[in-house]
T-cell receptor, first 111, second 114 residues
Framework: DAKTTQPNSMESNEEEPVHLPCNHSTISGTDYIHWYRQLPSQGPEYVIH???SNVNNRMASLAIAEDRKSSTLILHRATLRDAAVYYC????????????FGTGTQLKVEL | DAGVTQSPTHLIKTRGQQVTLRCSPKSGHDTVSWYQQALGQGPQFIFQ???????QRGNFPDRFSGHQFPNYSSELNVNALLLGDSALYLC?????????????FGEGSRLTVL
């Protein structure tokens, strides 16, 4: 299964930007990069995904390195509600939506 | 628009017993996947159902079985429960088995095995 590496935890202050890194050195050229987050006592929630180009949506931005071996999820202004575990996943074509989660990054947001 | 709903939310069983967990997918979705999440770990894929058939299976023993009904809802059955089966069981739904990567998860069923 495809493997990603993320820091165990990160901290941020409210209203500041947060950059969550992910290494995926075994990624193949056709794998998409997906990010999910899991708030306390909830199931995971889709955040964003991309292939090669940087992506933006209402929740976050995704910056993908040129060699695609790493990516960064950017929360532009962290709020207390963004405190969650963030998972970086790369998805093989033909994988039929089978997600392989690692242990993710626990993001703590402080006032 | 109802999201993914799971029942029960919490349950306690003893070793050797059997358990059935239920999931109703998001409206319009026809594919259901089940995940097991142990404390402090990321979710692990159990299996996926589409058109009432098991389409993919993760590394779980045959004690874990499932079913999908014509209305797309699904059940997860675990027989001969072990202490190590204690976990949060998550159901996720999607449309078809195309690799969109966008799954919608329920809040899970927390199983405790004593």
């Amino acid at each position: 299964d495809a493997k990603t590496t993320q820091p165990n935890s990160m901290e941020s202050n409210e209203e500041e930007p947060v950059h969550l890194p992910c290494n995926h050195s075994t990624i193949s050229g056709t794998d998409y990069i997906h990010w999910y987050r899991q708030l306390p006592s909830q199931g995971p929630e889709y955040v964003i995904h991309g292939l090669t180009s940087n992506v933006n949506n209402r929740m976050a931005s995704l910056a993908i390195a040129e060699d695609r071996k790493s990516s960064t999820l950017i929360l532009h202004r962290a709020t207390l509600r963004d405190a969650a575990v963030y998972y970086c996943i790369h998805l093989r074509p033909g994988g039929g939506n089978k997600l392989t989660f690692g242990t993710g990054t626990q993001l703590k947001v402080e006032l | 628009d109802a999201g993914v709903t799971q029942s029960p939310t919490h349950l306690i069983k003893t070793r050797g017993q059997q358990v059935t967990l239920r999931c109703s997918p998001k409206s319009g979705h026809d594919t259901v996947s089940w995940y097991q999440q142990a404390l402090g770990q990321g979710p692990q894929f159990i299996f996926q159902y589409y058109e009432e058939e098991e389409r993919q299976r993760g590394n779980f023993p045959d004690r874990f079985s499932g079913h999908q009904f014509p209305n797309y809802s699904s059940e997860l059955n675990v027989n001969a429960l072990l202490l190590g089966d204690s976990a949060l069981y998550l159901c996720a739904s999607s449309l078809g088995t195309r690799n969109t990567g966008e799954l919608f998860f329920g809040e899970g069923s927390r199983l405790t095995v004593l």
